[in-house]
C-alpha cells in the first residue's frame, strides 16, 4: 500500500512528504524524516542565501536519502534560493505561496523535479502546461500561507483536472487522515503541523508545547486583509491584530505589526507576541515524538484503518 507514484517517483518508502516550514524546518528535521523513509524538506522562507546553503551542505552530512528544499515564493530572496537549488544540484524543489511559473525551465534543466503547492485547480492546470512533476493540492486546513478551498473539496477536484500525482496536504495528521487522502485519490500527503512537535524539530520549546496544548478551535486565520492569509494559534498578537483590523488599519499598518513575527515565536520562544503557526489538526496532536515514530505509525495506523473500513463495509 506504501508504494504509489510518489514513493516510485521520489524514490522514497512511504508516501509522506514533511511540509516546508519557514524558520523550522531545518536539516535535521528534514534528515531525520528523509531517513525514516519520507521526503525532508528544508525550508527556504524568508532567509537569505548563505543561511539556507548552510543547511543544504548539512544535509548532505546527515543522509544519503532524497530531500528536498522548499521555495516561499513571496520571499524577497526567492530568485537567490532557485539559484542555490540549482547550484547545488538539488534533487527536489517544493514551492509554496503562489506560482513558481518563472523558473519551472531553469530548474527542469537543470534535472531538478518541481512541485507546486496549490490551492485551485486553475493553478493546477496551468503548472501541469508548464511541465511540473507532481503537483501538491493543499486545503485552508493548514498552517501557514492558505487558500480557500477545503482538503475534502480541493483535491478530488485536482486529481480530476490534472494526469500528474497529487499529493495532499492540509489538515492530515494521523493514519485516518492518511487513508481518507489516498481516498480523494492523492498518491501521498504532506504534513507539516505533526512535524512541528517531532524530537528533531529545532523550533522552541514554547512553541511546541502550544501546539500540544492547542484544541480544535484554537487556530485562527489571520492577515485576510493584506491578500496573505495565515493560520496561526490565538494569542495576545492575534488579538492585537484583530484589533487593528476593526479600527480600520491600513495594509502596511496591518503588516508592520505580523513582520518578523513568526521568526520571534520559533527563535526566541515568544508564543505570546510572536505567530505561533499551524494547522487545524493541532488539536490532535499530543505527543512529542522521534520522526521516524511519526511516519511509522501513520502508515501503520492507515493500512489498519483501510483493512477494518474494508472489512465492515464486505460484512454489510
Ligand atoms: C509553521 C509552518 C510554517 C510553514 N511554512 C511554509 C513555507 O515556508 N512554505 C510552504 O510552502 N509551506 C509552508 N507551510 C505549509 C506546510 O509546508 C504544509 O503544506 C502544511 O503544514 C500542511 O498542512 P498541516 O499543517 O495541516 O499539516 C508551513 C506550515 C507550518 C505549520
Redesign the pocket.
Known sequence: MTKTALTQMLDIQYPIIQ????W?SDAELAAAVSNAGGLGVI?G?NAERHFVEAQVDKIKTLTDKPYAL?V?LLSPFADDIIELAIDKKVPIV?T??GSPGKYVERLKEAGIKIIP?VPSVALARRMESLGVDAL?A?GT?????IGELTTMALVPQVVDAVSIPVIA?????DGRGAAAAFMLGACGI?????F?VATECNVHKNYKDMVLDAKDTSAVVSGRPTGHPVRILKNKLYRQYCDLEKKGASVDELEALGAGSLRRAVVDGDVVFGSV?????AGLIKKEQPAKEIVGEIFDECEAIIEKQYRWLCDK
Do not use: D, K, P, S
Open positions: 511540509g516546508g516550514m519557514a523550522i525550508a522562507g522548499n516561499m517544493i509554496g505561496a503547492v501538491i493543499e486546513e493548514a498552517g501557514g500561507h496536504a492540509g489538515g492530515i495528521a504532506q504534513v507539516g503541523t505533526r512541528l503557526t499551524a494547522g487545524q489538526v
